[in-house]
């Protein structure tokens, strides 16, 4: 029998529907701060009713702790009725059903939006989401008492005038939970198999019915929400859904109501299963489930979209954003007319959407009149064609380390080539740029180019200057730049293969993984999602921590280094933890041994591997702003620091060259044991390993985005990943995957979300980071089950470009020769101190800015500098001269006065060898020859601390710190090692390591037998 959207349904409670459309339950987020309703609220629901045959009406909390989201309503005590019936009759009034939907968010519950209570659970298990607190466990008479709760709130939703209440068991919530393997681990008689973890929707339904027929409450109808599946190992798959539907069945609800993105939706969890839930729905349910309407949700927008989700097999829709657009939606679809999917920028009044609401909307919202008129002058270039005057033009593109020569050739009506002078551009990342960006103007004739991953400056740099030379030419380059994009071709191919390691990620752990995986004759794919490899490490200052008390023992101490092992063992005597008494007592027996050794005209540099896991802890040890402390894994740290030196000597092998004559510090780090190569930052790591890595059969698959772990019986035997034209691979790796796609420092929502360190991350932070570390790994861990820790912290790089995050503009030294000066002309800090103590001093000084003040002599040490950057950077005003600090204090727009008199007392120091202001304890040169430079700083963040939770042999583990069979990860996708904060040097350290054991672990144990 064919369906029709206006066809009348009478449910089994004996309700009748006036056609099969309900408006869904949207969040607007419009209640008072106590959960009661708003006059916003009831005008929004009833400028939407009249239309469809009910309208549900959003998530309603049943006990006061149980809010979700901001702005929620309650429906927890009977002061809420008042404000709930004028609600249900504003929505009658206008014809159609009003329906409450019932909820506790359960583990989902924030405690900033529930009086800072801790949720409550089936489990103690946090949910695999930001910012997820460990949820209390509840007890048999609190699964009693919630499940009363629901009988209470059906009460009142019948006495405030509700037509029906629908149970919410979807969205992750807490009946949800008690139904998930994942969050419910309880052996008792509410966990365990499918029907035990059935038994709490079950009991919340069965109240729920008890107090309908109690209330004598004719036609009450009663929904039941759920979600088809859950991306969490373990977690409920559709067969577990079938069957806790084919139960509930049993109990006559009036529906049942799927959440769904889309109403085609297809399986979350094995994506190569192309049928749609719906047919696997109708071809599970029993007889008696085949009997209860299902409400089918998600991309109904249109008239054709509706007949065809009542073909597929639905019995009832619901439409959620297509009612905020048109809030007379069945109307206007049954005349046939087209219903807009935005609104316009001036709708929010006519359209009687709340604040809240619209504030969230942002992505559905238009300025109508503005896109008419950019669509017709688009129009109008595109009809123009171009005339250049034929020659060959020399501009400049904008590089990341200046401005890079480019010749481009112009015809009469075409561009005929563009070369690019590269030279003076050591970013890896922007290689690809320069062949392919040319070579997509050239082919398509147009400036319509989209900006290359991790390369945008560039990117943009070289259309700039191919437009440049285009008005030169004589032509308009806007006729260009209107020109269609170039069209992907886009592919639908499937491909699978079998290789012994998988390798995410291609900065230095993913690049010391793969190639050691090599060493031990294992085949591995290596995947990058952007178009060239090297991650963060391209970015890096290139100094790995690693002691090496013989190399270093040949190099004099610098004044206040002997102060500093003072300072730290006081330290160290007052918080060690027990696990490095041993380690301590060692230190301090070296310690007594070195200062018998030396006088004060011959110290030497003192070193050793024990000093450098004590520093590691001391600098990781961090308090939250709850007051809770965190510290490094020892057995962790320990291996950090055994086998750092190990991982010098083996990149040494590979072919790095270290620069022995100097032993150097890495910021933030309080010692000095840094290996640095020979060419700037982390190039030569790169280029040495990946050229390794080639030259021994390794792949290398860039533009290639791993979209999730192939898991059989609990291990991960693989991982499935996309290419840039959509063509799908599936790649089966006999020894497992290893996880190597750093952290989340580019990812600015997942930083606010799990941020408990810093008071404020504003939403225009800037990153030193590639902007491919946007948190894949821990993605991809999550759906393995892995656990998470440390996520709170990040550290902030405190001498970073305000405008761009960039670390290495301006002249950029070692911190031995850092003077920091705010707007005052006044130091403010340590330049010695830790990251996160510079960050927030420096955060704390008008506009977060201050200066790196230089002289002649410092810029012979800068990092990763040279002339043309120099007086490039002087026209940009990244860098400030001048011939006197006068001079320059004006420039500045600070007190000169104050400023000299900051560095003359600066130049003091440094001939005394000690800081009596902020206690610095290494210097290297005064500031005192011209011309002077300073620099402008902002801090930006660096690195986040948190991650996956492994091992000491890089094996990934899961919430019950049990290792993930197949899944090892390494570098800045891991937690534990750092806790919350880094010491500089010791990223490198920690990619080159454990990046190193991951592979040597994996290459030992196979997941897939063959």
């Not at 049954?334 to 959407?353: A, G, R, W």
């Not at 004739?445 to 437009?467: F, R």
């Not at 004559?661 to 290996?675: K, N, Q």
């Not at 800090?829 to 800015?849: P, T, Y």
Request: charged share 25%; glycine share 8%.
């Amino acid at each position: 029998m064919t369906k029709d959207i206006l066809d009348t349904i009478q449910l089994s409670c004996g309700a009748k529907l006036s056609n099969r459309i309900f408006m869904a339950p949207m969040t607007i987020q419009a209640a008072y701060f106590d959960g009661s309703v708003t006059s916003e609220m009831i005008d929004y629901y009833q400028f939407r009713s009249g239309d469809a045959s009910a309208i549900i009406v959003e998530s309603c909390f049943v006990e006061e702790h149980g809010r979700g989201f901001p702005g929620a309503i309650g429906i927890d005590n009977d002061d809420k009725i008042p404000g709930l019936k004028r609600l249900a009759q504003a929505i009658k009034n206008k014809g159609s059903k009003a329906i409450l939907q019932i909820y506790h968010a359960g583990r989902m519950a924030n405690p900033k939006l529930n009086s800072g209570e801790t949720p409550i659970s089936a489990s103690p298990v946090a949910a695999l989401r930001p910012d997820a607190v460990v949820p209390r466990e509840m007890s048999q008479n609190q699964i009693e008492s919630m499940i009363e709760q629901f009988g209470l709130a059906t009460r009142r939703a019948i006495e405030a005038g509700f037509d029906g209440v629908e149970i919410h068991g979807a969205n992750t919530y807490l009946l949800q939970q008690f139904f998930s393997a994942h969050s419910n681990r309880r052996q008792d008689d509410w966990g365990g198999d499918n029907a035990k973890r059935a038994t709490f929707p079950i009991k919340v339904l069965q109240r729920v019915q008890q107090e309908v027929k109690t209330q004598q409450a004719k036609e009450f109808i009663i929904g039941y929400r759920f979600s088809p599946e859950e991306i969490e190992e373990p977690g409920i798959r559709f067969e577990d859904t079938m069957f806790l539907l084919n139960t509930l069945a049993e109990y006559q609800p009036d529906y049942f109501h799927i959440s769904s993105n889309s109403y085609k939706r297809t399986s979350i969890v094995n994506q190569d299963d192309q049928e749609p839930l719906i047919k696997k729905y109708r071809r599970l349910q029993s007889d008696t489930l085949a009997n209860i309407p299902l409400i089918g949700v998600g991309s109904i927008a249109q008239y054709e979209d509706a007949k065809d989700a009542l073909r597929l097999g639905y019995d009832l829709l619901s439409i959620g954003k297509a009612y905020l657009v048109e809030p007379q939606w069945l109307t206007k679809i049954m005349k046939h007319e087209k219903v807009e999917e935005f609104v316009d920028i001036h709708d929010q009044q006519p359209l009687h959407i709340p604040a809240p609401l619209w504030k969230v909307m942002d992505f559905m919202i238009l300025d109508k009149e503005e896109e008419h008129r950019k669509y017709e002058k688009l129009k109008a270039l595109q009809n123009k064609k171009v005339k250049f005057k034929a020659g060959v033009y020399h501009v400049f593109a904008k590089g990341h380390n200046g401005d890079l020569p480019m010749k481009v050739e112009l015809s009469d009506n075409k561009i005929i080539s563009i070369d690019i002078d590269d030279s003076g551009e050591s970013e890896g990342i922007a290689n690809p740029v320069f062949e392919r960006l040319p070579r997509d103007i050239v082919d398509n004739q147009t400036l319509n180019i989209d900006a290359i991953s991790g390369a945008t400056v560039t990117s943009q740099g070289i259309l700039d200057g191919v437009a440049h030379a285009i008005i030169q030419s004589g032509e308009n380059p806007d006729i260009l730049r209107a020109r269609p994009k170039p069209v992907i071709q886009w592919s639908n191919e499937v491909t699978e293969e079998t290789t012994d390691i998988v390798v995410i990620g291609s900065g230095g752990a993913g690049l010391s993984a793969a190639a050691t995986a090599l060493d031990l004759h294992k085949d591995i794919v290596l995947l990058e999602k952007f178009p060239a490899i090297g991650g963060n490490t391209i970015r890096t200052g290139g100094q790995v921590n690693a002691p090496e008390p013989d190399w270093q023992n040949s190099f004099p101490a610098l004044a206040g280094e002997k102060d500093t092992l003072s300072t730290l063992l006081n330290m160290a005597d007052n918080d060690i933890d027990s696990d490095y008494q041993e380690d301590f007592r060692t230190l301090k027996n070296q310690i007594q041994e070195y200062l018998s050794k030396t006088t004060n005209n011959k110290d030497y540099l003192f070193d050793s591997i024990e000093l450098h896991r004590i520093q590691t802890y001391l600098g990781g040890k961090r308090t939250d702003k709850n007051g809770k402390t965190i510290i490094g894994r020892y057995d962790l740290v320990k291996t950090l620091t055994d086998r750092v030196l190990e991982s010098v000597n083996w990149l040494t092998d590979k072919g790095v060259h270290f620069d022995r004559s100097f032993v150097d510090m890495p910021v933030g780090a309080l010692w000095r044991r840094g290996h640095k190569p020979m060419k700037s930052q982390g190039l030569e790591y790169v280029e040495t390993l990946s050229d390794y890595i080639k030259s021994n059969n390794g792949r290398i698959m860039t533009e290639t985005t791993a979209e999730k772990l192939i898991i059989n019986d609990h291990k991960v035997i693989g991982v499935e990943a996309r290419k840039s034209n959509g063509a799908k691979v599936k790649l089966y790796a006999r020894h497992g995957v290893i996880l190597a796609t750093g952290g989340f420092g580019a990812n600015t929502k997942m930083l606010q979300q799990y941020n408990t360190y810093w008071n404020h991350i504003p939403d225009d932070i800037k990153t030193t980071n590639s902007p491919a570390i946007t948190g894949d790994g821990i993605r991809l861990g999550a759906q393995a089950g892995a656990d998470l820790v440390g996520m709170g912290f990040t550290q902030f790089m405190p001498i970073s470009d305000p405008k761009t995050g960039a670390l290495f503009t301006g002249l950029i030294v070692t911190p031995s020769n850092f003077v920091f000066v705010n707007k005052k002309g006044e130091r403010f800090v340590n330049e010695f101190e830790s990251r996160d103590v510079l960050s927030k001093a420096a955060l704390e000084q008008k506009d977060g800015i201050f200066y790196i003040i230089a002289d002649e002599n410092i810029k012979s040490l800068a990092m990763n500098t040279s002339e043309e950057k120099i007086q490039h950077e002087l026209e940009d005003g990244t860098l400030v001269k001048a011939d006197t600090l006068e001079a320059l204090a004006q420039k500045l727009n600070i007190d000169s006065h104050t400023f000299i008199k900051t560095i003359k007392r600066y130049n003091h120091f440094v001939e005394q060898g000690y800081d009596d202001d902020f206690h610095k304890n290494a210097f290297d040169l005064k500031i005192e020859k011209p011309p002077f430079y300073a620099t402008p700083r902002k801090p930006a963040v660096h690195h986040t601390m948190g991650g996956l939770s492994i091992n000491t042999h890089a094996q990934v583990l899961d919430i019950n710190e049990q290792v993930i069979p197949g899944l090892y990860a390494s570098g800045e996708v891991t937690g534990g090692i750092h806790a919350g904060n880094r010491l500089g040097g010791n990223a490198l350290a920690d990619i080159f390591t454990f990046g190193r054991i991951a592979a040597q672990t994996a290459s030992q144990i196979k997941v897939i037998e063959e």
